[in-house]
């Protein structure tokens, strides 16, 4: 685990709003944008995304459909299918002897030897990631070779029969095909393809979506395990932030492009900071611990091809004050005292010096979204 | 194993019924053909000769329909598919043999040009499409959309009559005895050139369309980003898993086409003045030379089937969806 990094106390508020990132990062991701269209007006997909994913860690990226957390992984693997257009910033990976490298920066070759090397990633649709007309084997096999240029077909099926069983399949499943498993073998199938080359980072766009609830969890589950023993770090991306709190270290909400709130995983479903997260977290029922109200968010996410300046969440958010259309928040640290130096929320509640500056004064900043660890070990108590 | 016995029982059925269909018809058909023999020679045969010419064409016995079928698998079997009346008296199977070998030779390669230069160039269009590479489809599909007899005759105009680097019509150097030489195989691929040229000018945009339409389809499926996203080099990506995908709907209507090569080509070999099996229909059924439409019919016939065999097996090998495993 990553340990936070010391908090320069120098505290004016141009200090203070600078965030404090893993001290271990195996890949950055800064100020990242993605438009999509070719023309004149395009539709910025993501705006100024940045993230930071810590060596081990498991990182989950949730959000509303269409929030860009998808997109995001794309762009981070320059994988964006046409008219995605990466228009700027920087994804750098660390690799093992602490070299870094910038992925948007490499020419096709690096790429490539890139690829499923350093970075593996496994898509959502389960069902439509594995060729239909190859065996399983030869596919996972294909991948080790493109890297390992020495290994011969043999042994790179010996790796895949060992890869196969990692993730629980009988290793004479090499020669079958993708129709002859089922979605939740596929799923594995994928899973174990992403671990051949031992990766450092395994991106997961929604595996577990098309699966049903029983082999979501098994899937979690084997994912949490492998992490454990193959150490490499995970970026999760769902929807559904429940399952996020079970097996992320740390959890990053997206709103409309951006990302609203980065914090540990408990912090956000304990003390969430920004309106949006407090929301998404009432309006599903948790796994565990007290019973609590459901509601859910009224509205809708905004057209990004729509978005303005000010707060994209501000006419869904029970919160907003006048400040909030005018005045993009964001990323800084919480104004809740003795909070986590390395959680973020772009929230102008929490950036108070920034509403100042436009000459009003802030108003008091609502309970919910302000409750410090004492207040809600004392809320759970009561329920 | 299991599928290629249920596919092969399909098809003994499937010749049957054509097989049948193809005796029947010529027989509900009106006119006598051997009125029709006489008339043609305009009295070089005698009308007393009427009776034995019936003996000789086999309809002097009055045997019921189903007597006559049952001859007419019998003699099947044996090759026997009768004596043309038009080339009286070579029995048919062997003016085909003799046709057919020219039209399978010439159309068999623009066809096999045709599908592979097509396919080439709609995997590369498909795959890097929104390129300069695109505005070959226009042009390729305006040759397509040309009415071919027309085509071939701007083709004959300009290549053979204004330029003479063709010749305008046949299928080899009349001068030369037909033979296994050097010169003589130069002669005919010469003579071949040009028509090959307008069947594959004229084909090619389908198979171009087809195959970039199922790139593009095939390059967004998920199986070729994590493809991509693996790190295969460019060629393998695109070969192995998009072109790969993307030819499967190819091979079904490649091997179709092989079936219609035999029968397809009339406009070709009668502006050419070819001499293969399409010219040869045509005289037949200007000449009401039932012996010989008949033997014809059923060369199609068995081509049109062999060719689904073909890509019956070849869509069991290239894809395993469709293969059933016991």
Redesign the interface.
Known sequence: MTTPTQFDAASDAAERSRLVSASDPVLEIKNLSVDYGYDDDPVHVLRQVSLTLGRGEVLGLAGESGCGKSTLAYAA?R?L??PGLITGGEVLFTDRDGTKTDILKLD?RA???????DM??V?Q?AM????????IGRQIA??IQ??RPGISRKEALERSAELLELVGIAPDRLRS?P?QLSGGMRQRV?IA?ALALDPQVLIMDEPTTALDVVMQRQIVEQIAELRTRLGFSVIFITHDVSLLIEIADRIAIMYAGEIIEDAAALDVYQRPRHPYSSALLHSFPPLRGPRRELTGIPGSPPDLAKLGGGCPFRDRCAFAFDACSTVTPELVRPVVAGDDPRRAVACLHHDPAVVRAMGQEPPAIPVEISRSAHDAERNAAVV | MRFFLRRGLFYVITFWAAVTINFFIPRVMPGDPVRALIARNQGRIPSEAEASLRILFGLDKDATLWQQYLDYWALLFRGDLGISFTYFPTPVSDVIAQALPWTIGLVGIATILSFTIGTLLGTGIGWRR?TWADSLLPISTFFSAVPYFWLALIAISIFSVTLGWFPASGSYDRSLIPMWSWEFVGSVIYYGTLPALTVVISSISGWILGMRNMMVTVS????V??????????R?VML??AA??AI?PQVSSFALSLGFIVGGTLVMEIVFSYQGIGYLLFTAVAAKDYPLMQGIFLVITVAVLIANIVADIAYGI????TRQEG
């Open positions: 693997t994988l299918p046409p096709d790429l490539r030897a890139s690829r499923w090397q593996a990633i898509f649709g439509n990631s594995l060729n239909p007309v190859f065996r294909d991948g493109a890297h095909y129709h994928m393809m | 929104g967004s499926e998920d199986y980003t994590v493809a991509q996203a693996k790190g295969l080099s460019e393998r192995g898993y790969r995908n499967l290239l894809d395993p969806r």
